[in-house]
């Protein structure tokens, strides 16, 4: 059947605009403010057409291709982090998040997606901006579905939950169902990741693979304005090292056959991930380029939407509005 077409905002790295992709959505405008990000975006999809501006600021008037596409999608900034637990949302992260109801206002689409953190779905923490949406959704005479998927039931090595709001005109409402998971089990990191690990002949690879026997925790691409990359806050740590995992800096090799990292000079037995590692448990394909140096590329990483979770909402919302 022929693509639909959409409008993605705040497109990062692209992980939802790749899976929205794959399930048969054509974007005829991608936007985000961050020039790391769309350069990353031109270099993968040189024929998107790629807008490099703060959303608030964007005039839908001067790009009519954008009225009465078939979604809307927003990968918006996180409401909440994990390490700011007592914070709802920031002024940024609550303007944007407004920024997408109204140009959804505007230009009408028939649906709109947008994907946040698992908390915006049903905690009490975040009832005034659940009800703020739901409010301004339904005045546009849309339903809406409110859901959590966890990106480890798609086939994604991580343990990564994430809130979805999809808001649908009436008449498609009720042929929309939420995706159902495509693995019968998780990949672990030990599966994703021993074709790297192995790939400069390592001979402790299987063994460590057989030791990373689960999905990761949730990667996070953390501040722009804080440090370098790491994997996470100390819990999380504690859970990459007992998959033999150092998560403390990133590594700019793989293992040798002798198990070196030449980058590595913390002095621990425990093997760093590169960037292109942390890409794999994500889910992107293994040529997708990520621009700028390690930190830009792993934040990108991080803040990223994996590819198969956009592919199966994709999927859904085109059964529905195909039907």
């Not at 698992?118 to 339903?143: H, I, K, M, N, T």
């Not at 304005?225 to 990133?250: E, F, H, S, V």
């Amino acid at each position: 059947m022929g693509k639909l077409v959409s409008v993605d905002v705040c497109s990062g790295a692209g992980g939802l605009a790749l899976g929205l992709e794959r399930a048969g959505f054509d974007p005829v405008l991608l936007l985000d403010n961050k020039p790391i990000a769309c350069e990353t975006l031109r270099r993968n999809r040189p024929s998107w057409n790629i807008l490099e501006m703060d959303l608030v600021d964007f005039d839908p008037l001067k790009h009519r291709q954008v009225y009465g596409v078939d979604l809307l999608s927003a990968g918006l900034p996180r409401v909440k982090s994990s390490a700011t637990t007592k914070r709802v949302e920031t002024g940024l992260e609550l303007r944007l998040m407004k920024a997408t109801v109204r140009l959804a206002h505007t230009i009408q689409p028939k649906a709109l997606l947008i994907e946040n953190v698992p908390e915006l779905v049903a905690s009490p923490e975040f009832g005034e901006v659940r009800d703020y949406l739901q409010s301004q959704v339904a005045c546009l005479e849309y339903g809406f579905h409110w859901f959590v998927l966890n990106a480890a039931d798609f086939g994604v090595p991580q343990d990564r939950k994430q809130g979805v709001l999809v808001a649908l005109k009436d008449r498609y409402f009720d042929r929309f169902e939420s995706p159902a998971p495509t693995v019968s089990r998780p990949v672990t990191v030990g599966e994703a990741l021993l074709p790297s690990m192995s790939a400069r002949g390592w001979t402790g690879a299987d063994e460590w693979a057989a030791r990373a026997n689960r999905v990761a925790p949730t990667l996070v691409g953390g501040s722009d304005n804080r440090g370098g990359a790491d994997l996470g806050l100390t819990g999380t740590k504690r859970a990459w090292a007992q998959m033999g995992i150092n998560g403390a800096a990133l590594s700019d090799e793989v293992p040798g056959s002798d198990g070196i990292q030449e980058s590595d000079t913390s002095g621990s037995p425990l093997k760093k991930l590169t960037v292109e590692q942390t890409a794999r448990l994500q889910s992107f394909p293994q040529d997708w380029i990520f621009a700028g140096k390690k930190t830009a590329r792993y934040r990108q990483i991080g803040h990223a939407s994996p590819p198969p979770v956009g592919e199966a909402l994709g999927r859904a919302l085109a059964e529905a509005l195909r039907s």
